[in-house]
């Protein structure tokens, strides 16, 4: 069974930063492609960046000026830096796996850590 849980998040003033980690149990953690998304008050969920299996990563729009996703292999871990935070990154964050091939082909969410940047 595939399990992804997030952690990390919390309270911030503007200006700070936040380290977001997601690990993964039950699959493969290579041949994937891992992801991060957020989900506002209100919004849709969006993508915030994507890596893949040979470790290219990509981000939307502004995204890549203050968010950088990286991988720990061996820790089977995903994590995602936000530096510095806005107001606007508050939300639900959400660690996504899209598994292309083979028996637990899908895609799979985390339940998601709270990020809110606040004075």
């Known amino acids: 069974q595939v399990q992804l849980v997030e952690s990390g998040g919390g309270s911030v003033q503007p200006g700070g930063s936040l380290r977001l980690s997601c690990t993964i149990s039950?699959?493969?953690?290579?041949?994937?492609?891992l992801g991060w998304y957020r989900q506002a008050p209100g919004k849709e969920r969006e993508v915030v960046a994507t890596i893949n299996d040979p470790g290219i990563t990509n981000y939307p729009g502004s995204m890549k000026e203050r968010f950088s996703i990286t991988r720990d292999s061996s820790k089977r871990t995903v994590f995602l830096q936000i530096n510095p935070l806005k107001p606007d990154d508050t939300g639900t964050y959400y660690c996504?796996?899209?598994?292309?091939?083979?028996?637990?082909?899908?895609?799979?969410w985390g339940r998601g850590t709270q990020v809110t940047v606040s004075s």
């Open positions: 039950g699959s493969r953690f290579d041949a994937h492609l």
């Open positions: 996504n796996l899209k598994i292309p091939f083979g028996p637990a082909r899908g895609e799979y």
